[in-house]
């Protein structure tokens, strides 16, 4: 249920917390604001402190990392600023997070972290270069914390969605978005892009099965394959 809120409005997400916060504390879930720089770093270790005090261990022990924001077009095309941001969120955020959740996972045990990352990091695609690069840093990221942290009991395993339809297909830009849409249809062998609840039930498969080790999940309707 939380997995599937985030997946459907990642963007909302970046700019209003509260709501879902809100929503899930009383089951024991933590929601941080992108952790892209100094301040909400800091922020995100005292919500995990006072967490861990009040409860004795970080519960549910099972963090997503879904940082993501859409940047779309030429390289050459986008400003500094944005190409930095989407960098700072994408994937700094989930550095950080992994960062600040890392004493206290290893505190509890039975733990386990996911990461979204995207088909993009795997196979890129022209007009998509700077959130590919990210993506591909966030499998990276994940894979190697999984050998460094598993001698902490710790798991780390991330999930690769292709498209996915959320605001953040939007974000990509109309030109990217109508390319998205026509290429799934073309070449998906289930000829459509995903929805929310598909990777959704994915990143809860990676949480519960103790015995999947050293793996990516795709759920990209096949899309690799093409």
Do not use: C
């Amino acid at each position: 249920d939380l997995a599937l809120a985030l997946l459907r409005d990642s963007n909302a997400l970046l700019d209003d917390v509260v709501a879902l916060r809100a929503r899930y504390a009383e089951d024991g879930y933590l929601l941080v604001r992108g952790l892209h720089d100094r301040e909400q770093v800091l922020t995100a270790r005292r919500q995990m402190l006072e967490q861990v005090a009040a409860a004795g261990r970080l519960d549910p022990a099972r963090p997503l990392m879904d940082a993501g924001i859409g940047t779309g077009g030429r390289i050459a095309d986008m400003t500094t600023d944005a190409i930095e941001r989407t960098i700072a969120i994408n994937l700094a955020g989930v550095l950080h997070g992994a960062a600040a959740g890392y004493p206290h996972l290893k505190a509890t045990p039975g733990s386990v972290m996911v990461s979204t990352s995207s088909a993009a990091g795997i196979y890129a695609s022209a007009g998509m270069s700077v959130y590919s690069a990210t993506k591909f840093g966030v499998r990276a990221l994940t894979e190697s914390l999984d050998r460094e942290w598993a001698a902490d009991g710790i798991r780390a395993r991330t999930i690769m969605p292709s498209f996915i339809d959320t605001p953040l297909l939007d974000s990509f830009g109309a030109d990217v978005k109508s390319m998205v849409l026509d290429s799934a249809a073309a070449k998906s062998p289930v000829s459509r892009v995903g929805r929310p609840e598909e990777p959704a039930h994915g990143i809860v498969f990676l949480m519960e099965n103790g015995f999947v080790n050293g793996e990516v999940l795709h759920v990209d309707g096949g899309m690799r394959f093409s």
